[in-house]
């Protein structure tokens, strides 16, 4: 009887056992399916919907929409228009009374690359002599930059990161004012090839122009035969060469088209240099600074070169003579695609790129059309360096970096009121709005 009784026992024991084992079995079943479709649950859940309603809305690749919106999704533009169709559960932004635009663009800054201008301890710059095509920007930008802040919170989202040097620079990059490290900041690396041909430069060729034209042109030559004779030259069968094996591989891109050439020039002579040189070489090139270009802003033109203008560099100098408020004007009328950017090292290209908008209103009220000064500091210069397609402009398919306005974005007294990067709002704090609440109060609040 025993022996029945504990042989039933064990049967309940082994039953009850394997209806865990198949309980189990199924809720890690479940678990797993649950695992599989939470991140499209999460996704779908997560989508961030921004729409900004009723303000005068400048997409700049068309005309003004009253009473527009701009409809944003993760970090995407989606819609734009006078009659978008709003999901449920979006977030509304009333603009009403307010101006909306593509946060701005300067193709020609130093911003993360300095803090301190008199402190080399805080530059990253350059590199150590003359020829450094080889050499990017990217890696010697600091994304905790105190100096983020204070420009984007102006309404400046983008810029083009470009080194300095005293002859063949190296190499920019695209990155917009948002991200905790380099790689979530940058869109695109290497942007453009940058250079120098004016009075700055002259020590790379022994003390003269023509001796820098001439280096110029060895390099480039050289980098040609490197091309054609890679392995010769790792065979060390070839004369020795202007640059070094890197900086002769980084120079292929610009030497097959596929990647501008910025050329800082100008006096008049310098520039037509800079043509000329590019017609030798079939080149891409932009032309950086162009002082005198208004005096030959029809050869600009026909040559089919872009400029990056600034247009309060208006005193003269042994290196920009001719320098005059009109510059942006008549370059623009006769046909040169401008992008208007902030001049000088340090402050101007670093601390104070916000000055971008009174740079542009400063065009404006010497000549330069309205239009076409706002088209100068967001869609021309993506269009130059070919992120047209992503940045620039308000419409579907671009990345939703735009700003509200209490007025317009040219008045000194115009404030930002709202600015998207990747369509996340940035908040409008910086080390110039926390010391002002410190000390709005005395004593200060530490």
Known sequence: MISRQGELQSCRVAAVGRFRWAGALGLLLLLTLMSAVAP??????????????????????????????????????????ANVAI??????????GRIVTPGLIDANTQIGLVEIPLGTATQELGVQGPVAASFNVAEGINPASVLIPVNRVEGITSGLVVPSGP????????????????????????????????ETSKQAGSGARAGTLARLRRILGDARAYASRRADFERRQMR???????????LQPVLAGRMPLVVTAHRVFDIRNA???????????????????????DEIARAGVPVLVEPIANIPSFNQLGA??????????????????????????????????????????YGLPYESALHAVTLAPAEIFGMSDRYGSLQPGR?????????????????????????REIPLTSRQTELLERYRTLPPRW
């Not at 942006?328 to 992008?339: F, P, Q, S, T, W």
């Open 87 to 96: 999901p449920e559960g979006a977030r509304r932004i009333d603009a009403r």
């Open 40 to 81: 499209f649950r999460r996704s779908a859940l997560s989508a961030q919907v921004i729409a900004i309603t009723g303000g005068r809305v400048i997409p700049v690749f068309g005309r003004p929409i009253e009473n527009g919106t701009v409809l944003i999704r993760d970090s995407m533009i989606v819609a734009v228009g």
């Open 275 to 297: 043509l000329r040189v590019a017609r030798e070489f079939s080149l891409r090139i932009v032309l950086a600074g162009a002082t005198e270009g208004w005096e030959i802003a």
């Open 240 to 250: 020795d060469l202007a640059a070094s094996q890197a900086d002769l591989e980084a």
């Open 324 to 365: 005059r408020y009109e510059n942006a004007a008549r370059l623009a009328a006769a046909g040169v695609k401008i992008a208007i950017v902030t001049g000088g090292y340090g402050d101007g290209m670093a601390h104070n790129v916000r000055l971008i908008k009174q740079e542009a209103g400063t065009a404006v009220s």
């Open 399 to 423: 990345v939703a970096n735009v700003v509200v306005w209490s007025g317009d974005p040219f008045e000194f007294s115009t404030a930002v009121e709202h600015v998207f990067i990747r369509g």
């Open 167 to 198: 002859f063949l620079a190296g190499q920019s990059v695209f990155v917009d004012l948002a991200g905790e490290t380099i790689d979530q900041m940058i869109a695109r690396s290497p942007v453009a090839m940058h250079v120098t041909l004016d």
